[in-house]
Nanobody, 127 residues
Framework: QVQPVESGGGLVQAGGSLRLSCAASGRTFSSYAMGWFRQAPGKEREFVAAINWSGDNTYYADFVKGRFTISRDNAENTVYLQMNSLKPEDTAVYYC????????????????????WGQGTQVTVSS
């Protein structure tokens, strides 16, 4: 089992950058694919980016391709989301999640493929 804890959110101007971190407890962190989702007020939670257990497979939502980068450091039990060229529409609570399954080769993109969720971190982008 793994418990994610997000950090790094905050207020930034449009065009700026933030790096979110997700520290996950549990000795088996390196066995799980990890993902980032976000939820804006009044909207459903949506997929942002995912990375497989080994870090050699990633997948991004179209609206963040070329701007966001997901990475992981299995030695530090941490996954990152580097967010550049931020837009006001990126404003949301960002959630880190761990896959339900071990050693999935493809980065999972569906919400119900994830079984362990953090509490979220607020990202606000001002225009």
């Amino acid at each position: 089992q793994v418990q994610p804890v997000e950090s790094g959110g905050g207020l930034v101007q449009a065009g700026g950058s933030l790096r979110l971190s997700c520290a996950a407890s549990g000795r088996t962190f390196s066995s799980y694919a990890m993902g980032w989702f976000r939820q804006a007020p009044g909207k459903e939670r949506e997929f942002v980016a995912a990375i497989n257990w080994s870090g050699d497979n990633t997948y991004y939502a179209d609206f963040v391709k070329g701007r966001f980068t997901i990475s992981r450091d299995n030695a530090e039990n941490t996954v990152y989301l580097q967010m550049n060229s931020l837009k006001p529409e990126d404003t949301a609570v960002y959630y880190c999640a761990a896959d339900r399954s071990y050693y999935r080769e493809n980065a999972p993109v569906l919400l119900d493929q994830y079984g362990y969720w953090g509490q979220g971190t607020q990202v606000t982008v001002s225009s």
